[in-house]
């Protein structure tokens, strides 16, 4: 189809007008407001008396009749009792709101009448989680953005602006590291746009199968504060480790790693399967920022080729692992 052609135009300004609801789409994709729950404080109850929120929400509760008070904890005796709120209720004071920032189960108590079962009970949950959508361009020899972070639940759209590409997951066809196992779609003037969600915290290498020669490629990282333990973010008491850069790489790999005061180190790298590869570094270090480097190669100088390889850093009794992508070019690898 000639570059020029009415047509082409139209399919042009169609993917442009994807693009941009899809960018009005993000742009909008603000946190989910905070809800006000209203409970009755009636003569000996609330109503409702047990209630379930989502961090962030306010409770108001309304005077309806009596004299009370709104008091946390489950009995006046409560250890803590009062220290969140304790408020009166009344015909003088008809209103207490409370704004509730913190998960769990809070009990409260009308301190004159708890005894006769006036109490109650906010069960705060996790704030829902609000997820955005990111586009990613596709045009001749590249992604654009080449790399990007989001977080787990948001979804990326490849929109396609010129050439005949596909989007496909892995570090390259050649590395038989399951190249377009989780996705691998055409982006051309048929296909104008591919959507996956990203569900788990993780580093996602793609690639366009006619272009990978040029390395037309690209990378989502996927809660990267969150990619070291699970549950630990790559920051550990003590010490932190940030994910390799670049990466995916074909070169040298930069390792940065803090002390927040001076221990024992080791940081090791590792393959898929688990087999020690090369020691980059260890002993007594100081506290601070540390910055090493690996290029590439095990203990006896040979180059690993591609694949999937783990740097792990121990200091003292923890430790903290990140992924490392490489993509050998042009058969450096050496096979024994």
Known sequence: MAANSPCFSMLRFLALVITLSF??????????????????????????????????????????????????????????AGTLFDAPISSGDPVFEYIFTTVGLVPYHCAPHWFVGMTGTVDVQPAAPTNARFTVLVRNNEF?????????????????????????????????LNAGALWDAPIDSGNLIFTYVFTAADIYPYFCRPHESVDMRGTIFVDAGTLGTPGDGGRVAG????????????????ITFSLETADDVSLDVFDISGRKVRTLTEGRRGSGSHV??????????QRVGSGVFFARLKVGEGETVQKIFRMEVGGHAHHH
């Open 23 to 80: 960018a009005g789409m993000f742009v909008a994709s603000s946190p989910a407001s905070a809800a006000t729950h209203i409970v009755s404080v009636n003569n000996f109850n609330f109503a409702p008396k047990d209630i379930v929120i989502q961090q962030g929400d306010t409770v108001r509760w309304e005077w309806n009749a009596g004299v009370h008070t709104v008091t946390n904890g489950a009995t006046p005796s409560d250890g803590g």
């Open 144 to 176: 654009d953005p080449r790399e990007l972070s989001i977080a787990s639940g948001d979804t990326v759209d490849w929109v396609w602006e010129s050439g005949f590409h596909t989007t496909t997951s892995g570090i390259g066809s050649a590395s038989g």
């Open 239 to 254: 010490f932190e480790m940030q994910p390799p850069f670049p990466n995916p790489t074909g070169g040298a790999s930069t």
């Open 292 to 301: 090493v480097r690996w290029n590439g190669t095990n203990e006896r100088g």
